[in-house]
């Protein structure tokens, strides 16, 4: 037994659909921890169900006519046992809502023969951590600023390794290895600045590890990339043999070169429109060459800055990204970076989940 690879995977029309789909939420007493889940966990998957709702897809939820005020009426936990409830209330497809791990209850289950709507567990959990990541990307050929991780009471140490070989130099950035969003993220331009953020290290918030990435002082852009499959767009049925990538997204409204975490998205976005249109083509490749090179089963968010030289480079990628939709009662001001580059594409947040839930694959012999 065994995953099979992406061109191997059976890909359908709606016409053709598996069956009933339902939407899982990250339940907190799994083994999941608060850094891995997506923010809004539960009202997201909400959102993600009930716009599979309005499209008429068939879904399966935990009361028959869920309110669409009410995010617990239409998603279930990813334990066993709400994996087993939409089950046997006829679920074929399941979406869950979380980066799986090897020791997620639906890994162990997924010969069984049901539908997933997502990434891969054995391949993109470890891609979870951006240390990790950040190497498969490197020695994929890609070229990224230069990056080292360790324990938080050891990065002074690690720093000091890299700096005279390797260059590394200040300025730096300072973040989680793993983790969602720009919360704990600090740029830093000297050696004490960077001792006192590890100093007062939130490990409850932030996790042990931390990673120190050279910083890149361009303007900032984020590309959203689709695996290959069947779509409609502009009402048209089309097929994608590869990777495709939305135009991008231009990010502003920085605070010291960071995204302030807790400002709404739309105040932090706009579509962008580049000086140097060959550069921002350079970088959908190599946002295309990254889900590629991790055989992504969905949708993936891919971040750049420009160097010095006005170079795009890939400095982060998020394979489980926040897929929030202002399309429920009391959500309209609900948004997420795929959902705004969908909206600018020509998506509403009901076609984009659509065309997600139409990634679907199984487990094959």
Request: with cysteine; hydrophobic share 40%; net charge negative.
């Amino acid at each position: 037994m065994g995953f099979v690879r992406m061109n191997s995977i059976r890909r359908i029309s709606m016409k053709e659909w598996l069956g009933p789909i339902a939407v899982l939420y990250p339940a907190e007493q799994e083994t999941q921890s608060i850094l891995r889940q997506p923010p809004e966990a539960r009202e997201t998957t909400a959102d993600i169900a009930y716009a599979l709702k309005e499209c008429r897809v068939p879904i399966i939820t935990p009361v028959a006519e869920p309110d669409p005020h009410d995010a617990y009426q239409w998603s279930f936990p990813d334990t066993n046992d709400g994996i087993n409830q939409a089950l046997s209330q006829g679920a074929r497809i399941l979406w869950p809502y979380v980066p799986m791990d090897t020791e997620h209850p639906l890994s162990s289950r997924l010969e069984e023969g049901m539908g997933i709507t997502g990434q891969m567990p054995v391949l993109i959990d470890p891609l979870e951590s951006k240390a990790f990541s950040h190497n498969v990307i490197q020695h994929g050929g890609i070229v990224m600023p230069l990056a080292t991780s360790a324990d938080a009471k050891d990065i002074i140490s690690q720093f000091d390794i890299y700096s005279a070989p390797y260059g590394m130099d200040f300025p730096l950035i300072v973040k989680p290895v793993r983790g969602y969003g720009r919360r704990n993220v600090r740029l830093v331009h000297n050696r004490e600045e960077l001792m006192d953020i590890v100093e007062h290290w939130d490990r409850a918030s932030a996790g042990d590890e931390v990673m120190i990435q050279a910083f890149l002082p361009g303007e900032e852009i984020t590309i959203v990339v689709f695996p290959p499959g069947d779509y409609q767009i502009d009402e048209t049925e089309i097929h994608k043999t590869r990777y495709w990538a939305l135009p991008p997204v231009h990010r502003i409204h920085h605070v010291d070169q960071i995204l302030p975490p807790d400002v709404p998205l739309l105040e932090t976005v706009e579509p962008f429109e580049p000086t140097d249109e060959v550069t921002v083509r350079e970088a959908a490749a190599q946002a295309m060459k990254l889900a590629d090179l991790v055989q992504s089963r969905s949708v993936i968010t891919v971040d750049f800055r420009q160097d010095a030289s006005g170079q795009f480079r890939i400095f982060d990628a998020n394979f489980v990204p926040d897929l929030a939709g202002g399309n429920r009662p009391g959500r309209e001001q609900a948004q997420s970076l795929v959902a705004y580059a969908a909206q600018v594409f020509g998506w509403e947040y009901p076609e984009l989940i659509e065309n997600l839930a139409r990634q679907w694959w199984t487990f094959e012999e």
